[in-house]
Nanobody, 128 residues
Framework: QVQLEESGGGLAQAGGSLRLSCVAS??????????MGWFRQAPGKEREFVAV????????SYADSVEGRFTISRGNDRNTVNLQMNNLKPEDTALYYC???????????????????WGQGTQVTVSS
């Protein structure tokens, strides 16, 4: 059983920064299809892709809306992923979920359905 534990988030003003972290436990993933990343869901909206990293090659993918403002990285431990969020905007307000999978096809990395493990979510609120 895999568990994802998120930390970080909170309240920030527009233009400010926040950092999210996620640690996966319960299973040792290996291979070149182990991805960890972030999705978000605002009230009344569908869950949307934010950013993802392949934990071995460090290949990354970002949503257009966060490209250049958010940076995803991994810790020394392949089971850790961080999301540095800079120049935050009110439209970044959402519940942010950590996601992980050991068998993602690269063409599907932006699809929520490709991930079998999810965290509980951490709230990010950006005030104008």
């Amino acid at each position: 059983q895999v568990q994802l534990e998120e930390s970080g988030g909170g309240l920030a003003q527009a233009g400010g920064s926040l950092r999210l972290s996620c640690v996966a436990s319960g299973r040792a993933f290996s291979g070149s299809r182990f991805y960890m990343g972030w999705f978000r869901q605002a009230p009344g909206k569908e869950r949307e892709f934010v950013a993802v990293m392949e934990q071995s090659s460090r290949y990354t993918s970002y949503a257009d809306s966060v490209e250049g403002r958010f940076t995803i990285s991994r810790g020394n431990d392949r089971n850790t992923v961080n999301l540095q969020m800079n120049n935050l905007k009110p439209e970044d307000t959402a519940l942010y979920y950590c996601a992980a999978s050991g068998s993602v096809i690269r063409s599907m990395v932006r699809a929520a359905s490709a991930y079998g493990y999810w965290g509980q979510g951490t709230q990010v609120t950006v005030s104008s």
